[in-house]
């Protein structure tokens, strides 16, 4: 149980990028205090919390795929991880598009759009693990594990494959 609390980081880790946009574009107090009114300190941050986000769900992918015991809890968390980062993919993608429109921060969106990829493809790992522990206990067949391990990385597919897969694992083991 204590390595679920490894995810933590990569569920804040959407939300970390729109706290430091409050801190750069809102409220000024944090970056002029805490990181000298530098806002490439704060962006230096940012990447060093997605490396340690990216470490920890490493470490929790290996753990898990090897713990053969838990399908349904790691389905349980890939879904839930899944869930809780749409609000900000919702204002991410709201924000890309405004800043799209002008050539002055037009770098955003792209900054946006590389942060994006990262967050999906370290949830996908979760749901790699998830597909590939049910397929070894043989609760899903072939097909299905391969066709939603290729869906846990495709945008907003991801999201349905996390709920079937959570379904169906709760469907073969009872509480």
């Known amino acids: 149980m204590k390595r679920y609390l490894l995810l933590i980081p990569i569920t804040l880790m959407p939300y970390a990028l729109l706290f430091s946009l409050y801190c750069v574009f809102i409220d000024h107090y944090i970056i002029e205090n805490l990181f000298c009114s530098n806002a490439l300190l704060l962006l230096l941050a940012l990447l060093i919390f997605v490396l340690i986000a990216f470490v920890c769900t490493l470490i929790f992918t ?15 968390a890939n879904m839930l991880i899944k ?20 050539i002055f921060t037009f770098a955003f969106s792209i900054f946006f759009v590389l942060f994006d990829l990262a967050a999906i493809f370290m949830t996908g790992l979760i749901g790699l693990a998830a597909n590939s522990v049910e397929h070894r206990k043989g609760e899903t067949g072939r097909a299905f594990a ?23 694992s709760r469907k073969q083991i009872k509480l």
């Open 146 to 168: 391969v066709i939603n391990s290729i869906l846990q990385f495709v945008y907003c597919a991801d999201v349905v494959s996390a709920i079937m897969v959570f379904t169906r």
């Open 83 to 102: 869930i809780i980062h749409m609000p900000a993919y919702i204002v991410i993608f709201v924000l890309g598009v405004l800043f799209f429109m002008t």
């Open 62 to 76: 290996v753990t898990s795929i090897n713990n053969e015991n838990d399908s349904r809890r790691l389905a349980f």
